[in-house]
């Protein structure tokens, strides 16, 4: 199967097997208005097999999420057929709308409207807590 190559945009690579629709959804990848490639069990030296999105334009994608969902993901930004820039996401302070918060006490399990805000407290154990009721959340 070939997939052609992108000349601008972005390529997220080394996504665990089976996981990339779940991140087209939390990029929220369907509603941009370009092309969006997603190869599912790709074959991978490290792993065995891995997933990888390609996205055909350099648009304004909030990419942090990534570091909350793999950390073994790297991002490859794409300008003119070249990878312009490679990292990997690391983890974000701030998390909106992304984990919500168990407690049921806690404010955004009254008020519906309410954005889940969780802020990292702990990056060596990945500990998430929210900002209302600073309830540990998974």
């Given amino acids: 199967m070939n997939i052609d190559s992108i000349q601008n945009g972005y390529v997220i690579d080394h996504i665990q097997a089976g996981e990339s629709f779940n991140i087209y959804n939390y990029l929220n990848l369907g509603e941009l208005d370009t092309q969006v490639a997603i190869i599912k069990n790709a074959k991978s030296k490290k792993s065995g097999r891995k997933d990888i999105i390609k996205i055909d334009e350099i648009t304004d994608i909030n990419l942090d999420i990534l570091g909350y969902l793999d950390s073994n993901i790297t991002v490859n930004k794409i300008v003119n ?22 407690n049921p006490r806690c404010i955004t399990s009254i008020e519906q409207e309410l954005p889940h805000i969780c802020e990292l407290t702990d990056r060596e154990n990945k500990v998430y807590r929210c900002k209302y009721c600073e309830e540990k959340v998974n």
């Fill in 81 to 102: 057929g070249k990878i312009a820039n490679k990292y990997h996401p690391k983890l974000p302070e701030k998390l909106v709308n992304i984990i919500k918060c168990k």
